[in-house]
Structure formats: structure tokens, C-alpha cells
């Protein structure tokens, strides 16, 4: 990522790395990095289940140029007789908001998709979220992230292929409840917020988290999506502590 530089691996100093030189952008410049990671991949999928996703997708081509690449590094493997999972998934991060769109032309080349909200956020909004002077704009309550997350949800449960959730509103049980309402059944976090989205997602019908989100993209305020989402999982959270006594 654009805030995570690696000591070992040196790449040119950006103005902006955040829009810069990452992800699969180095993976399409540099082939031989990508070809030994894939196939390391491939080769360690023999041992156990693994699946391949790749990040900051921008473009249709870049999935299929991807695609090539694991088919054809199946193909050398199964020559090679080197074990590996001839069935082993390949996925996308949906974080440029540009992929959003053609979200249904891609899923005809993935097996899942994984939503990065973190930077699909800042993108959406054009918010630096590592800027002081800009960070409390950063707001995962706009009603743009919201309809957009539904958009995804949507594309992939027509495509039958699973969408998962990561990044900070994955771990924010006040969004998990609309999250399981705009259709998303697979959350990534960090374990210490493991309880409270457990909680919340023990403590809503389903029926009730697809009535709070339809309520809520019919909003045109972070505001009164906050206030909406924040007040039922205080009454969720409050109707447990009456029976935990």
C-alpha cells in the first residue's frame, strides 16, 4: 500500500504514493516478480487451500493479462508434474472506484472479489485519510460509499461469486448491520473486533439489516446514516447487557 513502504524492496520516491506506483501497477511492469510470486503460489497451494487476489485493479485487460498468467503457469506446473491446485481461485480488490462500473464485464474472469474499503474510500471521496488537513473528511457514512457497496453486492450476487469485506468498516460493528444488509456475508478484520461484529451479527434478523439498509441508501446525508446504523446497534448492544445481567 501507498502508507505501507517495505525496507526491502526500493521503489522511486512519489509526490503521491497513495495514486502511484503499487499494487498490480508493479506487477504489470516488473513480470518476473509477479511470475515468482504466482507461481510460489501455486506450488504452496498443494499443502492447503489458497487463493490468489490482486490488488489496485484498474482495468479489464490488467484481470485478463492476470488470468493468462495463472493458466498459463498451471499449464508449466502440470508439465513440470510439480503438485499444485488446478482449480485454485483468483480474485480482485474492488478499491479504484473505476472498476465499479465494469464490475460485471470483470466478474466473468474472477472467482471472488474482495472490497477495499479503506482505499475505496478515500478515492470515492478524494480524501488522503494520512493528511491531517483533510482527514476528517474521510467518512465511510457518505451516502456514495454506501450506494457503492451496494452496487458491488449487487453485481457480484448476479455473477454467483462471493464479495468480502475489508478494512476499517469491516471491524466497525455499528456498519455490520448494513454491510449483511446490502449483501455481504465474509468480513476480514482485525481479531479484537472479532466480539462486537460477532455480536451484532448474532443479535439482527437478516430481514431487519436489508430493511435498515434500503432505508438508509434512500439517505443523502452521513449524518443521518450514522445516526441511523449507530442507534440500532445501541439497542442491540443495550437488550444484551439486560440479559447478560
Not at 45 to 71: F, W, Y
Not at 95 to 124: C, K, M, W
Request: charged residues 25%; negative net charge.
Amino acid at each position: 500500500g501507498g502508507d505501507k513502504p517495505l525496507r526491502y524492496f526500493r521503489t522511486p520516491e512519489e509526490r503521491n504514493p497513495v495514486l502511484g506506483w503499487r499494487g498490480l501497477r508493479i506487477s504489470m511492469d516488473w513480470p518476473d516478480i509477479f511470475y515468482t510470486q504466482v507461481r510460489a503460489i501455486l506450488r504452496a497451494s498443494a499443502a492447503g487451500h489458497a487463493r490468489i487476489l490482486l490488488p489496485m485493479v484498474t482495468t479489464l485487460d490488467e484481470v485478463r493479462q492476470c488470468r493468462e498468467v495463472v493458466d498459463q503457469l498451471v499449464d508449466d506446473l502440470r508439465e513440470q508434474g510439480i503438485p499444485h491446485d488446478e482449480e485454485i481461485e483468483l480474485g480482485v480488490m474492488v478499491e479504484v472506484p473505476a472498476i465499479v462500473p465494469i464490475l460485471d464485464d470483470v466478474l466473468r474472469h474472477v472467482d471472488f472479489v474482495s472490497v477495499g474499503t479503506n482505499d475505496l474510500v478515500q478515492y470515492l471521496l478524494a480524501v488522503d485519510r494520512d493528511n491531517p488537513r483533510v482527514a476528517s473528511m474521510y467518512d465511510p457514512y457518505h451516502p456514495a460509499v454506501l450506494r457503492t457497496l451496494h452496487q458491488i453486492a449487487t453485481a457480484a450476487k448476479a455473477a454467483g461469486k462471493p464479495a468480502s469485506i475489508c478494512g476499517e468498516i469491516a471491524g466497525d460493528h455499528y456498519f455490520t448491520a448494513l454491510l449483511l444488509g446490502l449483501g455481504f456475508r465474509e468480513f476480514s478484520m482485525t481479531p479484537v473486533f472479532l466480539p462486537r461484529v460477532k455480536l451484532m451479527v448474532r443479535s439482527f434478523p437478516i430481514d431487519e439489516c436489508e430493511k435498515m439498509a434500503a432505508d438508509a441508501l434512500q439517505m443523502a446525508s452521513s449524518k443521518d446514516i450514522r445516526e441511523l446504523a449507530r442507534e440500532q446497534a445501541r439497542l442491540r448492544w443495550s437488550q444484551f447487557e439486560q440479559d447478560y445481567d
